[in-house]
């Protein structure tokens, strides 16, 4: 087997002089996974990894020899892709195991990817040219080479490799094109040098659509509305309207919405749906967050129709969101609708879908429907919080349903329910201005028994209802008084 370090004639790409070779200080230096964070691997890998670590490079192949281990093909790919930050000591590895058992071309690349990786780069050409020699050149190891300058910012040494491909073997197919362009965009901030490339390079190798969602998603990641609009009707012009392309319409809807154009994206979206073509997931998702903090019912069901329509499958965090702005405008109807819709999408509700609705018919006080809904919340275990219980037992009292109102006080009794002081107190007020009283006294009793807090202004609000009843019920509400003073003194 040739050694990685050893001469060929083949030239190099070479980094022009006046440029600093070294990464710029504003890239953080990578951490790379090692064998520590995959505790199932083998006792033989485990063993060399460890060796990598513990070892100098000068005598980890002494140290290997004596290990006494014969690697196998997987063992050679485990152990590389555990060692990129020994270098060094992992292309002694390779040497050493490679007299055991021919490398893989899976092995070779990732002989590459460390390389390169750790800015080892005259090396790691040195190793392609080995690759050469043994026919096993492919258009990922250079996606390797690609991602590696990318990463280290030297961006005209990934694009002089990609112009030396078809002289190592490797044809210049839009695979590659794409592979070039997606470690491009990937870094913050150059979607420049990826446009120049794509520029000069479009007319020999046809763009497909995943060049185009790679371009569009590296504007979006810029937020640049103006360049995303022009790269998608290039797009739309060169390779037409197809529903394969959903990555590169979600990226470009997702831009419109984030640059707050969401009339737009929306318009844009019908076109699409007229094309029968759809973004994914990812827009409506995104574009459902706007909607919701903008509070906008009109647009939001639209946009969910047409999501819903063209197969897309929401979950519950969408749904509730979906849901939480129907509530928050009075849109019950609605509410409704896709509370019995979720479930027919896996979708099942939660304390939080009830509680929206829930708390939406108390504003509106909707008496029998607070009713007949809160039966179905506790039936399917998901009851109200304590602030809506409150809630709706004020608003049940105060729109003459007060059997209703004692039904859910009682529910929270029987249940435990953390917090009972609010509730109480509403509880006892309602009555009292409904001229309950023999009640009141009743619950004040049971209450005070529970040790639940009755507010110093319920008192209050109490007293004068009792005292007008008569001698009877105001010598009922001093003895209330005496047990309430005694139980805040304990």
């Given at each position: ?71 196998t ?85 990934a ?44 007319m020999?190798?046809?763009p ?43 990226a ?24 029968d ?16 903090k ?6 939001i ?11 897309l ?5 969408m ?50 429907e ?21 809630a ?5 009292l ?20 953390s ?10 007020i ?15 009793e ?42 805040k003194?304990?």
């Amino acid at each position: 087997m040739e050694t990685i370090a050893e001469n060929h004639s083949t030239k190099l790409p070479r980094k022009p002089q006046n440029q600093p070779r070294s990464i710029p200080n504003n890239l953080q230096p990578q951490r790379f996974p090692t064998h520590h964070d995959a505790p199932d691997i083998s006792p033989t890998v485990r063993i060399l990894c460890d060796l990598l670590t513990r070892i100098s490079p000068h005598d980890i192949e002494s140290a290997l020899s004596s290990t006494g281990v014969i690697p196998t093909s997987d063992d050679i790919q485990q152990v590389l892709g555990f060692s990129y930050n020994q270098p060094l000591s992992a292309i002694k590895f390779f040497r050493w195991a490679g007299c055991f058992v021919k490398p893989s071309a899976y092995a070779w690349n990732l002989i590459v990817d460390l390389l390169g990786k750790n800015q080892s780069f005259e090396p790691m050409w040195d190793a392609m040219r080995s690759m050469k020699q043994e026919g096993l050149l492919s258009t990922t190891t250079f996606g390797s080479v690609f991602s590696s300058y990318c990463i280290a910012h030297r961006f005209s040494e990934a694009t002089m490799s990609f112009d030396v491909m078809d002289r190592y073997g490797v044809e210049q197919d839009v695979v590659a094109v794409n592979s070039l362009l997606s470690a491009i965009c990937h870094e913050d901030n150059q979607m420049s040098v990826a446009i120049e490339f794509f520029d000069k390079i479009k007319m020999k190798i046809p763009p497909d659509g995943d060049t185009f969602a790679i371009l569009l998603e590296g504007w979006e990641k810029e937020g640049n509305l103006a360049k995303a609009k022009n790269t998608f009707g290039e797009m739309v012009v060169r390779v037409g309207w197809s529903p394969k392309h959903i990555s590169a319409y979600d990226a470009f809807l997702t831009t419109l919405v984030r640059g707050s154009q969401v009339d737009e994206a929306l318009k844009f979206l019908q076109v699409m749906k007229k094309n029968d073509c759809l973004p994914g997931l990812k827009f409506f998702s995104n574009t459902l967050d706007i909607l919701v903090k903008q509070n906008d019912s009109a647009q939001i069901i639209p946009l969910w129709d047409t999501m819903v329509g063209g197969g897309l499958v929401p979950n519950l965090i969408m749904y509730n969101a979906l849901i939480s702005v129907l509530c928050n405008n009075d849109d019950v109807h609605d509410a409704f609708r896709f509370l019995d819709e979720m479930t027919f999408h896996g979708a099942f509700p939660d304390s939080l879908t009830y509680n929206m609705i829930f708390h939406c018919l108390v504003r509106n006080k909707m008496v029998r429907e607070v009713g007949k809904f809160f039966v179905e919340m506790t039936k399917n275990e998901w009851p109200p919080t304590s602030s809506n219980y409150a809630a709706a037992i004020k608003m049940l009292l105060e729109n003459d349903d007060p059997e209703m109102a004692i039904n859910m006080w009682n529910h929270m009794v029987e249940n435990h329910v953390s917090t009972l002081d609010e509730s109480a107190n509403e509880l006892l007020i309602g009555l009292c201005n409904l001229g309950r009283l023999v009640e009141v006294k009743r619950f004040v009793e049971t209450m005070l028994d529970k040790r639940i807090s009755i507010y110093d202004s319920t008192m209050e609000k109490l007293k004068n209802p009792f005292y007008k009843k008569g001698r009877s019920f105001r010598d009922k509400y001093d003895s209330l008084s005496r047990e309430w003073k005694a139980m805040k003194m304990s």
